[in-house]
């Protein structure tokens, strides 16, 4: 709503600008610029005069005071006060006419309010999660899953129509290495003999498998003695190498179709997808389609020899398929082993063609981490290359990595932070800090209250850090009930809820009496509203920017200003009948939007904690 008073106003005021400056003889003129001024009580939108001082031959305090003249005598279609501050014109918008007006649209709209149109019309896909068939989620798969589900939301709120989608990469040398350890480990235990979930099983012997390569590095090191370190290097890659033949012999197999080796492969990933399957559940992740690195790798293959074909890739000596990237500022890049086995890059250009053939989108938008922009603008230049269109519009939605207090996760040596486990441990967490404030009976079912908590501290905490910085990720701070914190948000919605619930029961003392927004001076009040009108444009810009922390930012401030609100004032018990209602009607609003905001960051809503 702001925006659309900010926008009016600056449309009225440009106007005014280029008749003055034509009574002046003025041809050029720039356009208005309009920002906020740096103290509230200067007022809410401020134009500076600067840009036409040159051509009018006026100072710009002088210009500013004209244009406010010329208008105080117009009948302006348009809520505010004009105000002169130096070279500044600025509008101060009259809080009273500004909270009957947002009333009105929060209560006709609800649940939608926020939500706009800016998008209409556009067909976004979105890529998350992504996860190998060789070990379960981890920390980091967290803040892809978050960041994937919170801006789908925001992309739907923008009035874009969206699909989720999640690549499950099961096949490649690295899930041979799981089926090789498992192989020759494995003893023919099974996730139902161990009692393990089945990712859990299967990342277990891709654990195994790396320590088993160290041993055979160990090994190899010990037998050569003392050498100087270029040989103990040569002799470390030998060793690895020899590690890895048989994991590549199986992957060779695997495309050959080998029935041994299928038969292993369809049984561990069966395993996996079933793990995988009830993470998603327990944390709330959804996608409309599922892609196969099994099945897409196939087209892949096609469109490297359709670029062969085409002339824009080529073989290399050693019988690779390959890309110059001169053009762009790389390398080379091989794009089919010497052996026809495939990539990464070979699948994920199959993919991508793929799911374009299946729905035809506006635009793909990859959230994947940022190690990974080589191969997303190597990605992106080979389709392009390919002659297909649509390539300008993918973008990589490129995120900072998730460390712990205490360093870096390392999946290959087992030290990840396990994502069921995480939410697991903060759940246990807040259902330990409703039993210590004694709040079992009115939460009702304390498992699921738990599970809330547990989710809302996660994925605020993911996703309050713009995406393209890295992160430290501390469970203990996440879960806390005070500050900058998912628990807290939900804390201050439980809050409204109850004195909303107390109102209800007495609401018959205050009928006829309508909400008045000219009885809300207070600063906080004050502020409140200006919150609350902001949302819209607050959406449209963490949308426009794919960056949810613009969501969490404007939560804090809301739920901190309305928490020194609420403690400074009464609202039930407010002096007269009518500030009660007016108040009242406030905390409504604001309980609505703080509704709205926590669906776009994955922060479920409690009535009661």
Not at 233 to 259: G, H, V
Not at 500 to 515: C, D, H, N, P, T
């Amino acid at each position: 709503m702001l925006e659309e008073i900010r926008n009016s106003w600056k449309e009225v005021v440009e106007k005014e600008i280029v008749a003055f400056a034509r009574e002046k003889g003025a041809t050029e003129i720039a356009p208005l610029q309009a920002g906020t001024p740096p103290k509230a009580e200067m007022g809410d939108i401020a134009f500076p005069m600067f840009a036409y001082a040159k051509s009018l031959r006026m100072a710009p305090a002088q210009i500013a005071e004209e244009i406010r003249k010329r208008l105080e005598n117009r009948d302006l279609d348009v809520d505010g006060t004009l105000l002169v501050a130096g070279p500044y014109l600025n509008v101060k918008i009259e809080t009273g006419l500004l909270a009957n007006s947002l009333r009105r649209r929060v209560s006709s709209e609800g649940d939608r309010y926020g939500r706009n149109d800016s998008l209409k019309g556009k067909k976004v896909m979105i890529e998350f999660s992504c996860p190998n068939t060789n070990k379960p989620l981890h920390l980091g798969h967290m803040r892809n899953d978050s960041l994937g589900m919170s801006v789908a939301a925001l992309l739907k709120a923008n009035g874009a129509e969206v699909k989720r989608v999640n690549l499950i990469n099961n096949r490649g040398v690295h899930i041979c290495k799981s089926m090789w350890a498992y192989m020759k480990f494995g003893n023919g235990e099974t996730p139902e003999s161990t009692g393990e979930k089945g990712d859990h099983f299967v990342g277990r012997y891709y654990v195994r498998y790396a320590q088993y390569e160290k041993e055979c590095i160990e090994k190899a090191l010990e037998e050569a003695g003392d050498v100087s370190p270029e040989e103990r290097e040569k002799i470390r890659e030998e060793a690895a190498r020899r590690a890895n033949a048989e994991p590549q012999s199986m992957l060779l197999k695997w495309e050959q179709n080998d029935p041994e080796v299928m038969a292993l492969w369809n049984r561990m990933n069966n395993w996996t997808l079933e793990g995988l399957a009830e993470s998603y559940r327990n944390m709330g992740i959804e996608f409309e389609k599922y892609y196969y690195e099994s099945d897409t790798y196939k087209f892949g293959k096609d469109q490297v020899y359709k670029g062969l074909d085409m002339g824009v890739f080529y073989r290399a000596e050693d019988g690779s398929v390959q890309i110059d990237l001169a053009p762009i500022g790389l390398d080379r890049k091989v794009l089919l082993r010497k052996d026809g086995t495939s990539i990464y890059m070979t699948q994920d250009l199959g993919t991508a063609v793929n799911r374009h053939e299946d729905w035809p989108f506006d635009s793909l938008i990859y959230v994947v981490a940022s190690e990974q922009q080589y191969h997303f603008k190597v990605l992106f230049y080979c389709l392009k290359m390919l002659g297909y269109k649509w390539a300008d519009e993918l973008y990589h939605l490129s995120y900072g990595m998730v460390n712990l207090p205490n360093g870096r996760m390392k999946s290959r040596e087992g030290t990840v932070v396990d994502a069921d486990d995480l939410l697991e441990n903060l759940s246990q967490l807040a259902k330990e800090e409703i039993i210590a404030k004694e709040r079992q009976d009115q939460v009702g079912n304390v498992d699921e209250t738990s599970r809330k908590i547990a989710l809302g501290a996660l994925n605020y905490y993911l996703l309050q850090v713009t995406p393209s910085k890295d992160m430290i990720f501390n469970p203990q701070e996440s879960i806390s009930f005070n500050g900058n914190t998912g628990p807290y948000l939900q804390y201050m919605g439980a809050r409204i809820s109850s004195m909303m619930a107390k109102f209800e029961a007495v609401k018959s003392e205050y009928e006829g009496i309508e909400f008045d927004g000219s009885l809300l001076v207070e600063e906080d009040e004050k502020a409140i509203v200006k919150l609350l009108a902001s949302f819209p444009e607050i959406v449209r810009k963490a949308g426009a920017a794919y960056d949810p922390a613009v969501i969490c930012s404007f939560l804090y401030e809301l739920s901190k200003t309305f928490s020194h609100y609420y403690h400074d004032n009464q609202i039930l018990r407010a002096d007269t009948r009518e500030l009660v209602v007016a108040r009242v009607e406030l905390s409504r609003m604001v309980l609505t939007v703080l509704k709205n905001a926590y669906a776009l960051v994955g922060v479920p809503f409690l009535a009661s904690m």
